[in-house]
């Protein structure tokens, strides 16, 4: 009977942490660039004294989806979507280079370009600086041209190019703060075969119907666990009772 308590108690559990997966991507399906997670269960056995008789599931986070989303058409000029494979380099929380599909990209007050959540899009010196401009041009390569605002409306300056990498997807994983990075920490190279597509922006690849019917089954399998603990108690009662009246 505890064996079945500890297979259940531990199925429960885990199953809700694959729930919690589902959730954050079925909240992320409106993410520009968002990037399913996948999540996947197997058996570990216990080793300890005696034999190994017992099992406890263990949930993973198989790996991540890189099927690329839509491409939607948006006009405006600051919106990009990188083209195929690739990824754009911004600057992380911790200061360090670190990777993402998000092309909708802002200036902020300071004249610094940043994705939607407010991470820096690095350039080929580090994070893009962009001064006051009537209009800003963004280029299949990553090139950035402005229209200074001070200057004659058909003067044009580069100013900077978008940092633009192709690692192999084997070498990456993902933070807790939706950015990829190299498992071994370093920074890639830039790879000049991406492209970006402006005025458009790339949409999660989140399946919404397969996310629902991955909620649906995994609040099956919970409630199954749950029922499963249940009935082990009430043979560890009615066990109990036997003994007594013996």
Do not use: C, W
């Not at 991507?25 to 300890?48: E, H, K, W």
């Not at 633009?164 to 498992?183: A, E, I, T």
């Not at 909620?215 to 009662?237: C, D, L, S, V, Y």
């Amino acid at each position: 009977m505890d064996r079945m308590l500890y297979i259940a108690m531990t199925g429960a559990q885990q199953t809700m942490q694959s729930q919690a997966i589902t959730a954050n991507n079925l909240a992320n399906i409106s993410t520009p660039g968002f990037r399913a997670d996948l999540a996947a269960m197997r058996s570990m056995p216990l080793f300890g004294e005696g034999l190994p008789s017992r099992v406890y599931a263990m949930a993973e986070r198989a790996g991540t989806e890189y099927k690329t989303g839509t491409v939607t058409e948006t006009g405006r000029e600051l919106d990009i979507a990188v083209r195929q494979q690739g990824f754009i380099a911004v600057q992380g929380l911790d200061g360090k280079e670190a990777y993402t599909r998000a092309g909708d990209l802002q200036v902020n007050t300071a004249g610094l370009l940043h994705t939607g959540a407010g991470y820096p899009v690095m350039g080929e010196n580090g994070p893009i600086s962009i001064p006051p401009a009537r209009s800003i041009l963004i280029g299949k390569d990553g090139t950035i041209s402005i229209r200074p605002a001070d200057a004659n409306a058909e003067v044009v300056e580069t100013i900077d190019r978008i940092k633009l990498v192709n690692p192999p997807l084997r070498d990456l994983q993902k933070g807790k703060d939706g950015l990829f990075r190299l498992k071994n920490g370093e920074a890639a190279g830039t790879d000049v075969s991406v492209e970006v597509v402006a005025g458009s922006l790339e949409t999660s690849n989140v399946n919404a119907a397969a996310e629902l019917v991955n909620m649906i089954q995994q609040a099956r399998q919970f409630e199954m666990q749950t029922k499963m603990m249940q009935i082990a108690g009430e043979n560890e009662q009615r066990a109990a009772q036997i003994l007594q009246l013996s």
